[in-house]
């Protein structure tokens, strides 16, 4: 059985309060409130939650799914979230956030947030999106891919 590693702990900037609901070593569910409003929110690993088996997750992979709220507060959410996730948790390569296909104004949201899309997936009998932010490291490309090595 693989090794998930633990949720870090996840702090927003100031201009988010946040309240922690249920939670556990790979999951933890967030109310914040923002200029936006109120939004809900579960953060967790996605070696350990829905996706696991979706696409070739990384054991540090964390996924953002949002409840219900306005494309701004949703928007400004995720980068937050984002950012703040990165900071939390250094090696984790991407986070994820899964949309259903015929919703676009979240998936506007979410791209606008930094986020792109990456595949479509079939996901609790419904189609969704799956999109992804990457820190730099995990997507500097190495300028020598037209060497040979010992060339």
Known sequence: MLQVPPLP??????????GTGSHGRR?????????????????????????R???PV???????????CAAGALADLLAELR??????????????????VD???RI???E??????????DLDEVEHTLLTWEPAWATRIDPGLDRVPGA
């Open 108 to 110: 506007a949201a979410a």
């Open 53 to 55: 088996d979706a696409y």
């Open 83 to 100: 950012e703040a996730l990165a900071d939390a948790d250094p090696l984790s390569r991407r986070v994820v956030f899964a949309v259903p």
């Open 9 to 18: 702990d996840v702090r927003l900037g100031p201009s988010w309060r946040v």
């Open 58 to 68: 990384g054991l540090r992979d964390l996924e953002v799914r949002v409840g219900p």
């Open 112 to 121: 606008s947030a930094g986020f792109w899309r990456v595949v479509d997936i």
């Open 103 to 105: 919703d676009p104004g």
């Open 27 to 51: 999951f933890r569910d967030l109310r914040a409130d923002g200029e936006g409003g109120a939004v809900e929110a579960r953060v967790e690993r996605c070696a350990w939650g829905r996706l």
